[in-house]
Structure formats: C-alpha cells, structure tokens
C-alpha cells in the first residue's frame, strides 16, 4: 500500500482548542473597502508591469491571480496561495502552517477506516495539512468527504475531478481553502458511518447532494474550481457559516446554484458574510447566482453569461452589493430581471438594502434596487471602486480549475 509523502516541519498545534466559529465582522463596508483596495492595486501594478515589460507581463488586475501565478515557482512555494485570499475569507490559512501531504491513491474504500495515501486520510486529521496530489486523479467518494479544520485541498499540478458520488462538506470547522478541484455530479451521501477526525466517526443521515456543503463554517475560501451538475447545491453555506469568499470559479450545466442562508427563520444567519468575486457564471445556469438570506453579500466583478429565471436573488432582508459585474441577459424576455425578491411583498422588501454600482447590463438586463442604495456605509464602501465592468471578461478569461504544469508559469 502506497503511503502519503509528507515533508516540511510540522508545526505544534493543538486543534481541539482553535475556534470553529466566527464572529461577523463589525463593520463589512471596511472589508469591502479592503477588497476595493486590492483590486485597486492590483491594477495599477498590473499596468506598471505592462508599461516595463510589455506582453511578457503576467499582471491582469486580479489581485488573487496577481499575487501568486507569476511565480514560475509556485510548486516550490504553494503555501504562499493562503496569503492570497480577499474579502471576508481572507484570513483562510487552511493548512499554510503544516506538512504538505500527497494524495497517491485515488480509491475511497472505507469512510471509517480510511487508507494511507487517500484523500479522505487526508482530510480528517487533526493537525493542518496542504494537500496535493502526485498525479490526474478522478475520486469517485462513497460517502461526504467530511473535512477536518486547517486544512487545503489544492489541484494544481494535476487534473483532480470528485465526481459521481458525494462530494464535500465543510461542517463545523474552520480554516479551510479548497483550490484547482473539479467537482461535478455529485449526489447524496449518508444513512452510513463516516470518520470527521482520527477520534471520532458518527453515523450521517441523507446529504443533500452539494458540491461543497459549508455547515457553520467559517474562515473558508473556494477558489478556482470548476462546479456543475450537483443534485443540490453547487456550493451552499448554511447554519451560521461565515468568514467566506468564493473566488475565481466557473460555474455551468445547474439548476440551484448557490445558496447563502439556512432559511428565512434562522436568524443566526445575519451573521453570514460573504464575497464573491471573479466568478464566471455559464452555460446551462438556471436560478441563485447566488441565493441569500439575512447576511451581507459582497457581489464584485463577476460574469454572469448565463441564467433562465434570475441571477440574485434573496429573502429575509439580506444586503447586497453589487460592483463591477457584467449581467448578460437571456433572450426570454420574462427573464431580463437580474433580481429576485422572494417571500416578501413590495411593502417589505423595498427596504432591503440591495445595490446596483457601475453593473453592465446587456441584452436588456436590469438590476432592482432596494433600501438604502445611497447610504453612507455604500458610499464609503465604493469609494475606491470596483475594476470596471468592461473588464470583467479579461479578470474571469481563466476562471475555473487551472492547468497548472510543475516547472512553468501557472
């Protein structure tokens, strides 16, 4: 039996005593400012870096890519993606601080007794782990890949699919980074015993079928994975979670996207904040790009190419924060709108604070505003502005898992 390769030092670290949870940040304009200010800088190198080097310059103005893709040692050094992060899941270290664990074996025999050398060992143990894989794998999971906390799933270097069976979930813990995976076709788990840690393992009732089930998490970033065909959700954040960014996906073939809020009752949800930033939303996209209840959603510079009923929608008086993206709407002319007001007469919902700032709207796409559109907090939170809307299709041209080859510029 292949074990895993594990190197580096390990770091002493007790993860019983870590939090799982998260309190909201007090303030979410400033970290919407932040973001504001990376983009910001970001492009301002990225013109630097052109104007000195011309078309040999890496630099796109996406200040996540810009910070580790021009390494052409990003193999050597992969732990420096986890100081890359923006937004409210900015400070997602996942395993930054352990050993680096190589994933050999593609199988998922046991998911209480799990092997050396597979994903599933990788993830439930205790102390934090970058893990990797030494080659193309296609993990076909027989239960939820339950993951444990500090941990980094990261794809680049090979061609990694979870696929035909469960997929992963993302249930009270925190620090996690899932990175280059692709995840398709994934289905229920669950009426089984499955192992969360090397000392516990509980018996799991019917998943929902997401491709990553977010569970009161927090401090949790999922950056450039590719996402479709998911009997749920493609990812969904529920229950508290919070602390999160979802960066640089690309999104295709489904129904309920992404859903951002347990339901309209569970207040503990106002807690939830969110970024979503440089996604590229696709073909075959129907409906909660994302869907959110109660918390407050950062929506900047995303590429929505693609949707039959609506793009965002919510309930249960989120806020929302629209910047820079590029709306495209369908040719059905009952579904121009990009908003969606659920649950809620005119009378209430034309309080909730959603915001439309410098959107491209085409093929008779429109954004309904609501609430304090012109607000203080907004107006501080813009004041930098997001890269312009015309850009977006430069920002997201590599959304998704990357071909990234071992000894070359990722």
């Not at 395993?95 to 050398?117: E, F, H, L, S, W």
Request: aromatic share 8%.
């Amino acid at each position: 039996m292949a074990t895993p390769i594990i190197h580096l030092c390990l770091i002493s670290f007790i993860i019983s005593v870590m939090p799982t949870s998260s309190s909201p940040v007090q303030d979410p304009e400033l970290i919407v400012q932040e973001v504001q200010r990376s983009i910001a800088n970001a492009t301002r190198t990225a013109a630097d870096a052109r104007r000195k080097l011309g078309f040999l310059s890496c630099g796109t103005g996406n200040p996540i890519d810009d910070c580790w893709r021009c390494d052409p040692d990003w193999e050597k050094n992969r732990q420096r993606l986890a100081d890359c992060a923006i937004g409210f899941g900015k400070n997602a270290i996942g395993g930054r601080d352990g050993k680096i664990y190589v994933v050999t074996d593609p199988g998922d025999y046991d998911a209480v007794n799990p092997r050396p050398g597979t994903l599933r060992h990788a993830v439930i143990q205790d102390e934090p782990l970058w893990i990797v894989f030494a080659r193309d794998m296609t993990i076909q999971l027989k239960e939820e890949l339950i993951m444990n906390s500090f941990k980094t799933i990261d794809g680049r270097g090979a061609s990694v699919h979870i696929a035909g069976g469960p997929c992963i979930t993302v249930q009270y813990v925190t620090n996690i980074i899932i990175h280059g995976i692709n995840i398709h076709d994934c289905k229920q788990g669950g009426n089984a015993n499955v192992r969360s840690s090397p000392r516990h393992y509980g018996w799991r009732t019917l998943s929902d079928g997401d491709g990553v089930s977010i569970f009161g998490g927090s401090h949790v970033w999922v950056d450039h994975c590719s996402l479709s065909n998911c009997r749920d959700g493609l990812i969904d954040a529920i229950q508290g979670s919070t602390a999160i960014t979802i960066s640089n996906n690309y999104m295709t073939h489904h129904d309920k996207v992404m859903l951002l809020g347990h339901s309209d009752t569970y207040t503990m949800d106002k807690n939830m904040q969110v970024t979503i930033a440089f996604n590229h939303f696709g073909e075959g996209l129907v409906q909660r790009m994302p869907r959110c209840r109660h918390g407050y959603f950062h929506v900047v510079n995303n590429d929505y190419t693609h949707w039959e009923m609506y793009a965002i929608g919510g309930s249960a008086s989120p806020t929302i924060n629209s910047q820079g993206n590029r709306f495209l709407a369908p040719n059905d002319r009952f579904s121009k709108e990009v908003t969606k007001h659920e649950n809620a007469p005119v009378s209430e919902w034309k309080n909730w604070n959603w915001r439309s700032q410098g959107d491209l709207m085409l093929n008779g796409a429109f954004f309904t505003a609501s609430g304090a559109g012109a607000s203080s907090s907004y107006a501080r939170a813009s004041s930098l502005g997001a890269r312009p809307s015309s850009l977006v299709g430069t920002i997201t041209v590599n959304a998704g898992a990357l071909n990234c080859r071992k000894g070359s510029r990722c």
